[in-house]
Protein backbone atom coordinates (compact mmCIF):
# COMPACT_ATOMS: atom_id res chain seq x y z
CA UNK A 1 0.00 0.00 0.00
CA UNK A 2 2.74 2.15 1.15
CA UNK A 3 4.71 2.15 -2.36
CA UNK A 4 0.89 3.16 -4.52
CA UNK A 5 0.55 6.23 -2.13
CA UNK A 6 3.85 7.08 -3.06
CA UNK A 7 2.92 6.59 -6.45
CA UNK A 8 0.11 9.27 -5.77
CA UNK A 9 1.95 11.75 -4.20
CA UNK A 10 4.11 11.79 -6.97
CA UNK A 11 1.54 11.94 -9.40
CA UNK A 12 -0.16 14.41 -6.79
CA UNK A 13 3.01 16.50 -7.68
CA UNK A 14 3.51 16.51 -11.01
CA UNK A 15 0.13 17.45 -11.49
CA UNK A 16 0.70 20.42 -9.67
CA UNK A 17 3.62 21.14 -11.63
CA UNK A 18 2.28 23.06 -14.58
CA UNK A 19 0.51 26.36 -12.60
CA UNK A 20 -0.77 27.82 -15.63
CA UNK A 21 -2.55 25.28 -16.72
CA UNK A 22 -4.42 24.29 -13.57
CA UNK A 23 -5.65 27.54 -14.07
CA UNK A 24 -6.75 27.61 -17.28
CA UNK A 25 -8.73 24.74 -16.78
CA UNK A 26 -9.87 25.82 -13.67
CA UNK A 27 -11.44 29.03 -15.85
CA UNK A 28 -12.36 27.01 -18.89
CA UNK A 29 -14.22 24.49 -16.69
CA UNK A 30 -16.30 26.43 -14.86
CA UNK A 31 -16.94 28.79 -17.29
CA UNK A 32 -18.47 25.88 -19.62
CA UNK A 33 -20.32 24.50 -16.60
CA UNK A 34 -21.81 27.94 -15.77
CA UNK A 35 -22.78 28.39 -19.84
CA UNK A 36 -24.61 24.79 -19.37
CA UNK A 37 -26.51 25.96 -15.84
CA UNK A 38 -27.32 29.73 -17.65
CA UNK A 39 -28.72 27.94 -20.88
CA UNK A 40 -30.82 25.68 -18.36
CA UNK A 41 -32.14 29.30 -16.86
CA UNK A 42 -33.88 30.12 -20.27
CA UNK A 43 -35.74 26.98 -19.82
CA UNK A 44 -36.95 27.74 -16.21
CA UNK A 45 -38.12 31.00 -17.21
CA UNK A 46 -41.49 29.70 -18.29
CA UNK A 47 -41.68 26.61 -15.96
CA UNK A 48 -41.05 25.39 -12.31
CA UNK A 49 -40.08 21.90 -13.03
CA UNK A 50 -38.58 20.27 -15.87
CA UNK A 51 -38.60 16.63 -15.78
CA UNK A 52 -39.15 16.40 -12.35
CA UNK A 53 -36.02 18.62 -11.73
CA UNK A 54 -36.43 22.26 -10.13
CA UNK A 55 -33.94 24.72 -11.02
CA UNK A 56 -31.81 24.54 -8.18
CA UNK A 57 -32.32 20.79 -8.71
CA UNK A 58 -30.42 20.87 -12.25
CA UNK A 59 -27.70 23.35 -11.04
CA UNK A 60 -27.33 21.04 -7.87
CA UNK A 61 -26.87 18.32 -10.76
CA UNK A 62 -24.48 19.73 -13.35
CA UNK A 63 -22.27 21.06 -10.27
CA UNK A 64 -22.17 17.33 -9.14
CA UNK A 65 -21.40 15.96 -12.97
CA UNK A 66 -18.73 18.44 -12.48
CA UNK A 67 -17.65 17.30 -8.82
CA UNK A 68 -17.43 13.80 -10.24
CA UNK A 69 -15.82 14.24 -13.40
CA UNK A 70 -12.64 15.92 -10.80
CA UNK A 71 -12.22 12.02 -10.29
CA UNK A 72 -13.48 10.26 -13.11
CA UNK A 73 -11.23 9.27 -15.68
CA UNK A 74 -9.86 7.37 -18.77
CA UNK A 75 -6.56 8.75 -17.72
CA UNK A 76 -5.16 4.46 -17.36
CA UNK A 77 -6.55 4.05 -21.31
CA UNK A 78 -3.78 7.04 -22.48
CA UNK A 79 -1.23 6.07 -20.06
CA UNK A 80 -0.94 2.13 -20.69
CA UNK A 81 -1.12 3.09 -24.82
CA UNK A 82 1.86 5.61 -24.60
CA UNK A 83 3.92 3.28 -22.17
CA UNK A 84 3.13 0.15 -24.72
CA UNK A 85 3.91 2.18 -27.92
CA UNK A 86 7.05 4.15 -27.20
CA UNK A 87 8.11 1.02 -25.35
CA UNK A 88 8.41 1.91 -21.58
CA UNK A 89 5.59 -0.46 -20.40
CA UNK A 90 8.79 -3.23 -20.62
CA UNK A 91 10.14 -1.22 -17.72
CA UNK A 92 7.07 -2.23 -15.22
CA UNK A 93 7.00 -5.89 -16.34
CA UNK A 94 10.30 -6.31 -14.11
CA UNK A 95 9.46 -4.36 -10.85
CA UNK A 96 7.24 -5.77 -7.96
CA UNK A 97 4.16 -3.73 -8.24
CA UNK A 98 0.64 -4.37 -9.37
CA UNK A 99 0.55 -2.39 -12.67
CA UNK A 100 -3.34 -1.90 -12.24
CA UNK A 101 -2.91 -0.84 -9.05
CA UNK A 102 -0.12 1.85 -9.95
CA UNK A 103 -1.92 3.11 -12.74
CA UNK A 104 -4.89 3.76 -10.59
CA UNK A 105 -2.95 5.76 -7.91
CA UNK A 106 -1.06 7.37 -10.22
CA UNK A 107 -4.73 8.54 -12.45
CA UNK A 108 -6.28 9.54 -9.27
CA UNK A 109 -3.09 11.19 -8.22
CA UNK A 110 -2.73 13.35 -11.34
CA UNK A 111 -6.74 13.87 -12.15
CA UNK A 112 -7.06 15.38 -8.32
CA UNK A 113 -4.16 17.61 -8.33
CA UNK A 114 -4.94 19.10 -11.87
CA UNK A 115 -8.86 19.32 -10.94
CA UNK A 116 -7.97 20.85 -7.73
CA UNK A 117 -8.32 24.55 -8.42
CA UNK A 118 -11.49 23.82 -10.22
CA UNK A 119 -12.32 22.43 -7.26
CA UNK A 120 -11.22 25.45 -5.31
CA UNK A 121 -13.64 27.73 -7.63
CA UNK A 122 -16.76 25.07 -7.01
CA UNK A 123 -16.53 25.54 -3.56
CA UNK A 124 -16.58 29.53 -3.98
CA UNK A 125 -19.28 28.51 -5.95
CA UNK A 126 -21.44 27.11 -3.34
CA UNK A 127 -20.88 29.43 -0.78
CA UNK A 128 -21.61 32.61 -3.05
CA UNK A 129 -25.18 30.61 -4.22
CA UNK A 130 -26.29 28.45 -2.04
CA UNK A 131 -29.81 29.28 -2.47
CA UNK A 132 -28.86 27.26 -5.88
CA UNK A 133 -27.77 23.94 -4.30
CA UNK A 134 -30.25 21.53 -2.93
CA UNK A 135 -28.75 19.51 0.07
CA UNK A 136 -29.54 15.63 0.07
CA UNK A 137 -32.52 14.35 2.17
CA UNK A 138 -31.13 12.23 4.70
CA UNK A 139 -27.51 11.48 6.21
CA UNK A 140 -28.16 7.98 5.42
CA UNK A 141 -27.88 9.18 1.30
CA UNK A 142 -25.07 10.82 2.13
CA UNK A 143 -23.32 7.68 3.41
CA UNK A 144 -24.25 5.55 0.94
CA UNK A 145 -22.45 7.91 -1.83
CA UNK A 146 -19.23 7.13 0.08
CA UNK A 147 -19.49 3.04 -1.32
CA UNK A 148 -21.36 4.20 -4.69
CA UNK A 149 -18.56 7.13 -5.33
CA UNK A 150 -15.58 4.58 -4.83
CA UNK A 151 -17.15 1.55 -7.01
CA UNK A 152 -18.38 3.52 -9.91
CA UNK A 153 -14.50 5.33 -9.99
CA UNK A 154 -13.11 2.04 -10.49
CA UNK A 155 -16.08 1.16 -12.96
CA UNK A 156 -14.93 4.47 -15.02
CA UNK A 157 -10.78 3.57 -14.54
CA UNK A 158 -11.07 -0.31 -15.42
CA UNK A 159 -13.33 0.85 -18.53
CA UNK A 160 -10.10 2.99 -18.89
CA UNK A 161 -7.64 0.08 -18.54
CA UNK A 162 -9.88 -2.36 -20.73
CA UNK A 163 -9.51 0.23 -23.32
CA UNK A 164 -5.87 0.72 -22.66
CA UNK A 165 -4.98 -2.75 -23.13
CA UNK A 166 -6.33 -3.23 -26.53
CA UNK A 167 -3.32 -0.86 -27.03
CA UNK A 168 -1.38 -4.55 -27.28
CA UNK A 169 -3.37 -5.24 -30.60
CA UNK A 170 -4.42 -2.24 -32.23
CA UNK A 171 -1.29 0.91 -33.14
CA UNK A 172 -3.60 3.68 -31.22
CA UNK A 173 -5.86 4.11 -28.91
CA UNK A 174 -6.90 7.46 -28.69
CA UNK A 175 -10.01 7.22 -30.71
CA UNK A 176 -11.57 4.46 -29.10
CA UNK A 177 -10.95 6.22 -26.37
CA UNK A 178 -12.53 9.76 -26.87
CA UNK A 179 -15.50 7.70 -28.56
CA UNK A 180 -16.29 5.62 -25.23
CA UNK A 181 -15.55 8.86 -23.08
CA UNK A 182 -18.39 10.72 -25.27
CA UNK A 183 -20.94 7.63 -25.23
CA UNK A 184 -20.43 6.64 -21.20
CA UNK A 185 -20.73 10.05 -20.45
CA UNK A 186 -24.09 10.66 -22.72
CA UNK A 187 -25.23 7.20 -21.40
CA UNK A 188 -24.60 7.60 -17.86
CA UNK A 189 -26.31 11.29 -17.75
CA UNK A 190 -22.80 13.79 -18.27
CA UNK A 191 -25.03 15.19 -20.10
CA UNK A 192 -28.22 15.52 -19.59
CA UNK A 193 -30.08 13.88 -16.46
CA UNK A 194 -31.10 9.92 -17.69
CA UNK A 195 -35.03 11.34 -17.31
CA UNK A 196 -34.88 12.76 -20.34
CA UNK A 197 -33.83 9.86 -22.37
CA UNK A 198 -36.55 7.68 -24.18
CA UNK A 199 -37.53 4.34 -22.23
CA UNK A 200 -36.04 2.14 -24.30
CA UNK A 201 -33.00 3.57 -24.41
CA UNK A 202 -32.94 3.72 -20.24
CA UNK A 203 -33.87 -0.04 -20.41
CA UNK A 204 -30.61 -0.35 -22.23
CA UNK A 205 -28.61 1.59 -19.94
CA UNK A 206 -29.99 -0.10 -16.88
CA UNK A 207 -28.33 -3.44 -18.23
CA UNK A 208 -24.88 -1.85 -17.93
CA UNK A 209 -22.08 -0.77 -15.74
CA UNK A 210 -21.95 3.03 -16.92
CA UNK A 211 -25.50 3.24 -15.05
CA UNK A 212 -23.66 3.55 -11.31
CA UNK A 213 -22.15 6.89 -12.88
CA UNK A 214 -22.80 10.20 -13.07
CA UNK A 215 -26.65 9.68 -13.09
CA UNK A 216 -27.00 7.07 -10.14
CA UNK A 217 -24.49 8.85 -7.95
CA UNK A 218 -27.02 12.18 -7.71
CA UNK A 219 -29.75 10.93 -7.81
CA UNK A 220 -28.44 8.88 -4.52
CA UNK A 221 -27.25 12.53 -3.16
CA UNK A 222 -30.75 14.12 -4.20
CA UNK A 223 -32.94 11.09 -2.43
CA UNK A 224 -34.39 9.56 -5.41
CA UNK A 225 -33.43 6.20 -4.99
CA UNK A 226 -35.58 4.41 -2.16
CA UNK A 227 -33.45 3.39 0.51
CA UNK A 228 -34.42 -0.43 0.58
CA UNK A 229 -32.86 -0.71 -3.10
CA UNK A 230 -30.06 0.39 -2.14
CA UNK A 231 -28.60 -2.89 -1.09
CA UNK A 232 -29.59 -5.07 -4.34
CA UNK A 233 -27.39 -2.00 -5.99
CA UNK A 234 -24.33 -2.02 -4.06
CA UNK A 235 -24.39 -5.67 -4.90
CA UNK A 236 -24.78 -5.34 -8.43
CA UNK A 237 -22.17 -2.90 -8.29
CA UNK A 238 -20.05 -4.73 -6.56
CA UNK A 239 -20.77 -7.67 -9.07
CA UNK A 240 -20.11 -4.76 -11.96
CA UNK A 241 -16.44 -3.91 -10.64
CA UNK A 242 -15.56 -7.34 -9.86
CA UNK A 243 -16.49 -8.37 -13.56
CA UNK A 244 -14.29 -5.54 -15.33
CA UNK A 245 -11.38 -6.22 -13.07
CA UNK A 246 -10.92 -10.03 -14.05
CA UNK A 247 -11.78 -9.24 -17.70
CA UNK A 248 -9.17 -6.75 -17.39
CA UNK A 249 -6.75 -8.84 -15.60
CA UNK A 250 -7.44 -11.85 -18.50
CA UNK A 251 -6.77 -9.61 -21.25
CA UNK A 252 -4.13 -7.85 -19.70
CA UNK A 253 -2.13 -11.41 -19.24
CA UNK A 254 -2.95 -12.10 -22.84
CA UNK A 255 -1.75 -8.72 -23.86
CA UNK A 256 1.72 -9.16 -22.33
CA UNK A 257 1.88 -12.44 -24.06
CA UNK A 258 1.40 -10.61 -26.86
CA UNK A 259 3.21 -7.05 -26.13
CA UNK A 260 7.09 -7.29 -28.10
CA UNK A 261 9.67 -4.75 -26.81
CA UNK A 262 13.05 -3.83 -28.54
CA UNK A 263 15.50 -1.12 -28.49
CA UNK A 264 17.96 0.32 -25.78
CA UNK B 1 6.63 44.64 -52.17
CA UNK B 2 8.13 41.88 -54.37
CA UNK B 3 10.35 40.95 -51.47
CA UNK B 4 7.58 40.44 -49.23
CA UNK B 5 5.16 38.82 -52.37
CA UNK B 6 8.35 36.17 -52.72
CA UNK B 7 8.45 35.77 -49.00
CA UNK B 8 4.55 34.67 -48.92
CA UNK B 9 5.22 32.22 -52.17
CA UNK B 10 7.81 30.68 -50.19
CA UNK B 11 5.97 30.23 -46.56
CA UNK B 12 2.90 28.84 -48.92
CA UNK B 13 5.12 26.16 -50.52
CA UNK B 14 6.71 25.18 -46.93
CA UNK B 15 3.73 24.92 -45.70
CA UNK B 16 1.88 22.95 -48.42
CA UNK B 17 5.08 21.02 -48.29
CA UNK B 18 4.14 20.11 -44.38
CA UNK B 19 0.87 18.97 -45.23
CA UNK B 20 1.77 16.46 -47.85
CA UNK B 21 4.17 15.17 -45.82
CA UNK B 22 2.26 14.76 -42.38
CA UNK B 23 -0.96 13.86 -44.96
CA UNK B 24 0.88 11.02 -46.59
CA UNK B 25 2.82 10.33 -42.74
CA UNK B 26 -1.20 10.06 -41.33
CA UNK B 27 -2.32 7.43 -44.18
CA UNK B 28 0.50 5.25 -43.43
CA UNK B 29 -2.28 4.05 -39.82
CA UNK B 30 -5.64 4.11 -42.35
CA UNK B 31 -7.22 2.03 -39.44
CA UNK B 32 -6.75 5.49 -37.33
CA UNK B 33 -7.14 7.91 -40.24
CA UNK B 34 -10.76 6.44 -40.92
CA UNK B 35 -11.48 5.53 -36.88
CA UNK B 36 -10.55 9.59 -36.20
CA UNK B 37 -14.66 10.10 -37.34
CA UNK B 38 -16.09 7.95 -34.18
CA UNK B 39 -15.18 10.54 -31.52
CA UNK B 40 -16.44 13.11 -33.88
CA UNK B 41 -19.74 11.35 -34.44
CA UNK B 42 -20.06 10.41 -31.01
CA UNK B 43 -19.50 13.77 -29.49
CA UNK B 44 -22.19 15.48 -31.95
CA UNK B 45 -24.72 12.99 -31.53
CA UNK B 46 -24.01 13.74 -27.33
CA UNK B 47 -24.44 17.75 -28.23
CA UNK B 48 -27.23 17.10 -30.67
CA UNK B 49 -29.30 14.61 -27.93
CA UNK B 50 -28.71 17.45 -25.49
CA UNK B 51 -29.97 20.19 -27.76
CA UNK B 52 -32.60 18.34 -28.78
CA UNK B 53 -34.02 17.47 -25.19
CA UNK B 54 -33.71 21.74 -24.40
CA UNK B 55 -35.61 22.31 -27.61
CA UNK B 56 -38.26 20.20 -26.45
CA UNK B 57 -38.92 22.29 -23.93
CA UNK B 58 -38.61 25.91 -25.50
CA UNK B 59 -38.75 26.94 -29.26
CA UNK B 60 -35.88 29.41 -28.90
CA UNK B 61 -32.97 30.16 -26.39
CA UNK B 62 -32.74 34.09 -26.07
CA UNK B 63 -34.17 34.37 -29.93
CA UNK B 64 -31.88 31.31 -30.92
CA UNK B 65 -33.09 28.33 -32.43
CA UNK B 66 -32.39 25.16 -32.81
CA UNK B 67 -31.13 25.19 -35.88
CA UNK B 68 -29.29 27.96 -35.15
CA UNK B 69 -27.59 26.69 -32.05
CA UNK B 70 -26.36 23.95 -34.11
CA UNK B 71 -24.63 26.27 -36.37
CA UNK B 72 -22.72 28.06 -33.47
CA UNK B 73 -21.80 24.11 -32.48
CA UNK B 74 -20.44 23.25 -36.42
CA UNK B 75 -18.53 26.12 -36.52
CA UNK B 76 -16.93 25.44 -33.23
CA UNK B 77 -16.24 22.26 -33.84
CA UNK B 78 -14.77 22.99 -37.47
CA UNK B 79 -12.55 25.19 -35.40
CA UNK B 80 -11.33 22.75 -32.54
CA UNK B 81 -10.49 20.02 -35.44
CA UNK B 82 -8.78 22.56 -37.37
CA UNK B 83 -6.31 23.32 -34.50
CA UNK B 84 -5.31 19.59 -34.93
CA UNK B 85 -5.14 19.49 -38.43
CA UNK B 86 -3.10 22.54 -39.22
CA UNK B 87 -0.82 23.58 -35.89
CA UNK B 88 -1.83 21.95 -32.11
CA UNK B 89 0.30 19.18 -32.35
CA UNK B 90 3.40 21.31 -33.58
CA UNK B 91 2.48 23.95 -30.59
CA UNK B 92 2.42 21.20 -28.15
CA UNK B 93 5.70 20.02 -29.01
CA UNK B 94 6.73 23.26 -29.34
CA UNK B 95 8.16 23.54 -25.67
CA UNK B 96 10.12 20.42 -25.95
CA UNK B 97 12.56 21.56 -28.55
CA UNK B 98 12.78 24.42 -26.20
CA UNK B 99 13.77 21.85 -23.86
CA UNK B 100 16.17 19.71 -26.13
CA UNK B 101 17.38 22.34 -27.93
CA UNK B 102 16.03 21.17 -31.45
CA UNK B 103 14.95 24.77 -31.86
CA UNK B 104 18.06 25.17 -33.15
CA UNK B 105 17.67 23.63 -36.43
CA UNK B 106 14.61 25.68 -37.16
CA UNK B 107 16.63 28.93 -36.36
CA UNK B 108 19.57 27.94 -38.75
CA UNK B 109 16.78 27.12 -42.03
CA UNK B 110 16.20 29.78 -44.49
CA UNK B 111 12.79 29.76 -43.81
CA UNK B 112 10.78 31.97 -41.54
CA UNK B 113 10.89 30.33 -38.09
CA UNK B 114 7.88 30.97 -36.58
CA UNK B 115 6.48 29.43 -40.03
CA UNK B 116 8.11 26.15 -39.29
CA UNK B 117 8.10 26.15 -35.33
CA UNK B 118 4.09 26.49 -35.92
CA UNK B 119 3.06 23.87 -39.00
CA UNK B 120 5.71 21.56 -38.12
CA UNK B 121 3.48 18.40 -37.13
CA UNK B 122 0.44 18.44 -37.85
CA UNK B 123 -2.85 15.52 -37.65
CA UNK B 124 -4.19 14.58 -40.77
CA UNK B 125 -6.33 12.27 -38.93
CA UNK B 126 -8.80 15.43 -38.22
CA UNK B 127 -9.94 15.85 -41.57
CA UNK B 128 -12.63 13.41 -42.04
CA UNK B 129 -13.99 14.76 -39.10
CA UNK B 130 -13.49 18.75 -40.33
CA UNK B 131 -15.56 17.47 -43.28
CA UNK B 132 -18.25 15.91 -41.08
CA UNK B 133 -18.72 18.74 -39.43
CA UNK B 134 -19.05 20.87 -42.47
CA UNK B 135 -22.11 18.93 -43.32
CA UNK B 136 -22.90 19.59 -39.94
CA UNK B 137 -23.34 23.17 -40.65
CA UNK B 138 -24.83 22.63 -43.93
CA UNK B 139 -27.57 20.81 -42.21
CA UNK B 140 -27.83 23.19 -39.61
CA UNK B 141 -27.86 25.80 -41.96
CA UNK B 142 -30.86 24.40 -44.58
CA UNK B 143 -33.21 27.09 -43.62
CA UNK B 144 -31.04 30.24 -43.68
CA UNK B 145 -31.06 31.87 -47.26
CA UNK B 146 -27.30 31.96 -47.71
CA UNK B 147 -26.20 34.63 -50.04
CA UNK B 148 -22.70 35.10 -52.07
CA UNK B 149 -21.63 37.58 -49.81
CA UNK B 150 -22.95 36.07 -46.61
CA UNK B 151 -20.73 32.89 -47.68
CA UNK B 152 -17.40 35.39 -48.43
CA UNK B 153 -17.80 37.32 -45.80
CA UNK B 154 -18.75 33.92 -43.44
CA UNK B 155 -14.80 32.32 -44.57
CA UNK B 156 -13.30 35.67 -43.83
CA UNK B 157 -14.33 36.43 -40.53
CA UNK B 158 -14.13 32.86 -40.09
CA UNK B 159 -10.15 32.93 -40.91
CA UNK B 160 -10.03 35.83 -38.47
CA UNK B 161 -11.56 34.03 -35.77
CA UNK B 162 -8.95 30.82 -36.36
CA UNK B 163 -6.07 33.06 -36.49
CA UNK B 164 -6.87 34.57 -33.49
CA UNK B 165 -7.58 31.41 -32.05
CA UNK B 166 -4.44 30.05 -33.44
CA UNK B 167 -2.39 33.48 -31.83
CA UNK B 168 -3.69 33.12 -28.44
CA UNK B 169 -2.22 29.19 -28.88
CA UNK B 170 0.88 30.31 -30.21
CA UNK B 171 1.93 32.71 -27.50
CA UNK B 172 0.39 29.96 -24.96
CA UNK B 173 2.95 27.60 -26.67
CA UNK B 174 6.10 30.45 -26.76
CA UNK B 175 5.84 31.27 -22.83
CA UNK B 176 7.98 28.12 -23.32
CA UNK B 177 10.73 30.65 -23.70
CA UNK B 178 10.84 31.51 -19.78
CA UNK B 179 8.34 28.02 -18.25
CA UNK B 180 10.24 25.18 -20.40
CA UNK B 181 6.61 23.90 -19.94
CA UNK B 182 3.52 25.32 -21.87
CA UNK B 183 2.37 22.14 -23.38
CA UNK B 184 -0.67 21.97 -20.76
CA UNK B 185 -1.49 25.41 -21.21
CA UNK B 186 -1.69 24.62 -25.38
CA UNK B 187 -3.86 21.46 -25.04
CA UNK B 188 -6.16 23.96 -22.86
CA UNK B 189 -6.51 26.74 -24.95
CA UNK B 190 -7.23 24.94 -28.24
CA UNK B 191 -10.49 24.29 -26.42
CA UNK B 192 -11.53 27.58 -25.34
CA UNK B 193 -13.69 27.94 -28.90
CA UNK B 194 -15.79 25.57 -26.87
CA UNK B 195 -17.48 28.21 -24.42
CA UNK B 196 -18.03 30.22 -28.37
CA UNK B 197 -21.26 27.86 -28.79
CA UNK B 198 -23.57 29.46 -26.65
CA UNK B 199 -25.25 32.76 -27.35
CA UNK B 200 -23.57 35.57 -25.70
CA UNK B 201 -26.59 37.00 -24.22
CA UNK B 202 -27.39 34.18 -21.96
CA UNK B 203 -24.38 35.04 -20.04
CA UNK B 204 -24.59 38.38 -17.88
CA UNK B 205 -22.55 41.44 -18.94
CA UNK B 206 -19.17 41.20 -17.03
CA UNK B 207 -19.00 37.22 -18.63
CA UNK B 208 -19.67 38.52 -21.77
CA UNK B 209 -17.10 41.19 -21.71
CA UNK B 210 -14.68 38.23 -20.55
CA UNK B 211 -15.36 35.99 -23.79
CA UNK B 212 -15.38 39.26 -26.02
CA UNK B 213 -12.00 40.57 -24.84
CA UNK B 214 -9.64 38.38 -22.64
CA UNK B 215 -10.81 34.71 -23.73
CA UNK B 216 -11.96 35.94 -27.20
CA UNK B 217 -14.37 32.92 -27.65
CA UNK B 218 -17.49 34.79 -29.25
CA UNK B 219 -15.17 36.71 -31.86
CA UNK B 220 -14.46 32.88 -32.90
CA UNK B 221 -17.36 31.37 -32.99
CA UNK B 222 -20.48 33.48 -33.08
CA UNK B 223 -19.30 36.28 -34.50
CA UNK B 224 -18.85 34.14 -37.91
CA UNK B 225 -22.25 32.08 -36.87
CA UNK B 226 -23.83 35.35 -37.24
CA UNK B 227 -22.27 36.74 -40.55
CA UNK B 228 -23.69 32.89 -42.04
CA UNK B 229 -26.70 33.23 -40.97
CA UNK B 230 -27.46 36.94 -42.57
CA UNK B 231 -27.67 38.64 -38.89
CA UNK B 232 -24.31 40.39 -38.41
CA UNK B 233 -23.32 43.11 -35.82
CA UNK B 234 -21.33 45.33 -38.21
CA UNK B 235 -19.25 46.32 -34.93
CA UNK B 236 -18.53 42.73 -33.64
CA UNK B 237 -17.32 41.71 -37.22
CA UNK B 238 -14.89 44.64 -37.00
CA UNK B 239 -13.86 44.18 -33.70
CA UNK B 240 -13.03 40.54 -35.14
CA UNK B 241 -10.79 41.80 -37.43
CA UNK B 242 -9.04 44.44 -35.10
CA UNK B 243 -8.59 41.54 -32.34
CA UNK B 244 -6.82 38.92 -35.24
CA UNK B 245 -4.38 41.69 -36.03
CA UNK B 246 -3.83 42.72 -32.51
CA UNK B 247 -3.17 39.37 -30.99
CA UNK B 248 -1.08 38.86 -33.79
CA UNK B 249 1.05 42.13 -33.10
CA UNK B 250 1.32 40.81 -29.58
CA UNK B 251 2.04 37.37 -30.64
CA UNK B 252 4.96 38.99 -32.81
CA UNK B 253 6.43 40.93 -29.80
CA UNK B 254 6.29 38.33 -27.20
CA UNK B 255 7.86 36.22 -29.90
CA UNK B 256 10.55 38.53 -30.59
CA UNK B 257 11.56 39.09 -26.81
CA UNK B 258 11.21 35.16 -26.51
CA UNK B 259 14.16 34.29 -29.00
CA UNK B 260 16.16 37.22 -27.41
CA UNK B 261 15.96 34.90 -24.07
CA UNK B 262 16.79 31.06 -26.24
CA UNK B 263 19.69 30.03 -25.15
CA UNK B 264 20.26 26.09 -26.70
CA UNK B 265 19.89 23.61 -24.07
CA UNK B 266 21.57 21.10 -26.93
CA UNK B 267 24.58 19.42 -26.37
Known amino acids: ?264 | MKHMATELRKSLKIFILFMKANFLTGLEYRFDFISGILPTLAYMFAYFAFMSVIFSKVPAINGWTFNQMLTLFAIEQIFFYGTYLFFKPSLVNFSDSIKNGTLDSSLRLPANTRLLVSFKDQTPDMLPSILFAILFLMYSVQDTTLTFPNIFLFVLISACGFFILYNIMFICAILAFWTTESEEVVELAGEISQLGRFPPSIFPPLAQAFMFFIIPAFLMVFVPATVLLGIPDLKLVLLTIIMAIATYLVSRLIWHQGLKKYSSASS
Open chain 1, 1 to 264: MKKYLLVFSNAWQVGLGYRGALVFKAITDVLFTVALILLWSVLYQNEEVIGGFTFPEIVTYYILVRVLSLVYTMFPARYLTNQVKSGRFSTFLLLPISYFKYLLSHSLGLKLARESLTFCLIVIFILLFPQYIVFPPNIVYVLAMVPFLILSWLIYAQLGFLIGIMSFWVSDTSNIRTTADQVVGLLSGAWIPLVFFPPILLSLVNLLPIKFLYSYIISLYQGKIPINQLPFDLVLCTFWVVALYLIGRHFFAKGIKRYEAYGN
